[in-house]
């Protein structure tokens, strides 16, 4: 099983993102190195590396390998950075990223999937990475300012908050829009305090829920892909 997972591993590399335009070396070398099948629910691991996202329960789902790697590419994340994770879900994403950055602070609202993400990141001694429960439309004002912060879940617009907590030189890579369309955008503040704004492209992620956390969600089952 091992090694089947670890063919698999590579594959996604090769045929998922590889193909598909991902090509930075820190973002393959880092998903060729976390086992994703341990972030997904255990009667799916043999879906683990299939490059759709899955069902994580509590009506969440793990993004799907492309759209994590799309996200972390775009974020351009250096070894000195501290990333904040909006939308911990099963914590693979963070995984990925904690490979990469010197932080992590991932925030997640349903305290189900955050206690969930804690147990695989322990077991993997990922140990530079920081959980936390709530709303993370409001960022997490008191671990800023953050190089990097992206998002797995989609609002209107991003929040006022994260452009505040964001580190000069920062980026943001975060979906926008609304049920019926969203893109993934990225924003950067340049040297002048000037905003750039770039588009990746349509995606389908769950959405921000703002206001408060809870032990469950039960939000219908969306889905997220491209
Ligand atoms: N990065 C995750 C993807 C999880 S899907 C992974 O790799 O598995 C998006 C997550 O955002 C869901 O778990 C959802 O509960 C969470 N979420 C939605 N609104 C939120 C908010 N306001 N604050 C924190 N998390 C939120």
Same mark, same amino acid.
């Given at each position: 099983?091992?090694?089947?997972?670890?063919?698999?591993?590579?594959?996604?590399?090769?045929?998922?993102?590889?193909?598909?335009?991902?090509?930075?070396?820190?973002?393959?070398?880092?998903?060729? =190195?976390?086992?994703?099948?341990?972030?997904?629910?255990?009667?799916?691991?043999?879906?683990?590396?299939?490059?759709?996202? !899955?069902?994580?329960?509590?009506?969440?789902?793990?993004?799907? +390998?492309?759209?994590?790697?799309?996200?972390?590419?775009?974020?351009?994340?250096?070894?000195?950075?501290?990333? !904040?994770?909006?939308?911990?879900?099963?914590?693979?994403?963070?995984?990925?990223? $904690?490979?990469?950055?010197?932080? @992590?602070?991932? #925030?997640?609202?349903?305290?189900?999937?955050?206690?969930?993400? &804690?147990?695989?990141?322990?077991?993997?001694?990922? &140990?530079?990475? &920081?959980?936390?429960?709530?709303?993370? =439309?409001?960022?997490?004002?008191?671990?800023?300012?953050?190089? #990097?912060?992206?998002?797995?879940?989609?609002?209107?617009?991003?929040?006022?908050?994260?452009?505040?907590?964001?580190? +000069?030189?920062?980026?943001?890579?975060?979906? @926008?829009?609304?049920?019926?369309?969203?893109?993934?955008? $990225? #924003?950067?503040?340049?040297?002048?305090?000037?905003?750039?704004?770039?588009?990746?492209?349509?995606?389908?992620?769950? +959405?921000?829920? =703002?206001?408060? $956390?809870?032990?469950?969600?039960?939000?219908?089952?969306?889905?997220? &892909?491209?």
């Amino acid at each position: 099983m091992e090694r089947r997972l670890e063919r698999e591993r590579r594959q996604m590399l090769d045929d998922h993102l590889a193909a598909r335009g991902i090509t930075d070396a820190s973002v393959l070398a880092a998903m060729g =190195t976390v086992p994703r099948e341990l972030f997904v629910p255990g009667h799916l691991w043999e879906a683990a590396y299939d490059d759709h996202p !899955l069902p994580l329960g509590n009506a969440q789902t793990i993004s799907q +390998p492309y759209i994590v790697a799309l996200t972390l590419q775009a974020a351009n994340i250096q070894p000195d950075d501290v990333v !904040l994770d909006i939308g911990t879900g099963s914590g693979y994403a963070a995984a990925v990223a $904690s490979r990469i950055a010197a932080r @992590v602070v991932s #925030v997640e609202r349903v305290s189900d999937l955050s206690r969930q993400a &804690e147990t695989v990141l322990r077991k993997l001694g990922y &140990e530079n990475i &920081e959980l936390l429960i709530g709303d993370g =439309t409001r960022g997490a004002p008191e671990h800023e300012p953050f190089d #990097v912060i992206i998002s797995a879940a989609a609002a209107a617009n991003i929040p006022e908050s994260w452009s505040e907590q964001l580190a +000069p030189g920062g980026r943001i890579v975060a979906p @926008v829009g609304t049920r019926s369309g969203q893109r993934l955008r $990225s #924003v950067r503040r340049d040297a002048r305090g000037d905003w750039i704004e770039t588009d990746f492209g349509g995606v389908r992620f769950v +959405p921000l829920v =703002t206001g408060g $956390s809870s032990a469950s969600s039960s939000r219908a089952g969306e889905r997220e &892909e491209r």
